[in-house]
Nanobody
Framework: QVQLVESGGGLVQAGGSLRLSCAVSGSFFSINAMGWYRQAPGKQRELVAGFTSGGTTYYQDSVKGRFTISRDNAKNTVVLQMNSLKPEDTAVYYC????????????????WGQGTQVTVSS
C-alpha cells in the first residue's frame, strides 16, 4: 500500500511563507510524476505545481515566481516552498504521486495525500 503524508500547512499573513512537504512510503517500484494540487471552497481541485514524467517542472501562472517545487528522489519526497502568499492562495493543498507498483506495471497508479490546510489572512 502506498501512502502520501503531507505536512507544513497553517495560517500565515499575506506576504508570508510556508513550506509544504510530502513523503511517499510503502511498497512500490518507482514514482513517476509528482505534484501539488489545491482546492478552495466551492472550486475544483487544480494543479499548482508539479514534475512531469520527463522531469520538467510546471507551475500554474498565478504562482510563478512565488512558489518553488523540489523533489528528492532518494527520499521519495516533494516540497513546495510558497513565498509572497496571497489570500487567494487559501485552500486545502494535496500532494499527488503517480506510482509504478512493479517493474512490469503497464501503467501508473495515482495516489493522493490527505490534504493540508493553507490559510492566508489579509
Amino acid at each position: 500500500q502506498v501512502q502520501l503524508v503531507e505536512s507544513g500547512g497553517g495560517l500565515v499573513q499575506a506576504g508570508g511563507s510556508l513550506r509544504l512537504s510530502c513523503a511517499v512510503s510503502g511498497s512500490f517500484f518507482s514514482i513517476n510524476a509528482m505534484g501539488w494540487y489545491r482546492q478552495a471552497p466551492g472550486k475544483q481541485r487544480e494543479l499548482v505545481a508539479g514534475f512531469t514524467s520527463g522531469g520538467t517542472t510546471y507551475y500554474q501562472d498565478s504562482v510563478k515566481g512565488r512558489f518553488t517545487i523540489s523533489r528528492d528522489n532518494a527520499k521519495n519526497t516533494v516540497v513546495l516552498q510558497m513565498n509572497s502568499l496571497k489570500p487567494e492562495d487559501t485552500a486545502v493543498y494535496y500532494c499527488n504521486a503517480d506510482v509504478y507498483q512493479t517493474a512490469w506495471s503497464a501503467r501508473e497508479d495515482s495516489y493522493w495525500g490527505q490534504g493540508t490546510q493553507v490559510t492566508v489572512s489579509s
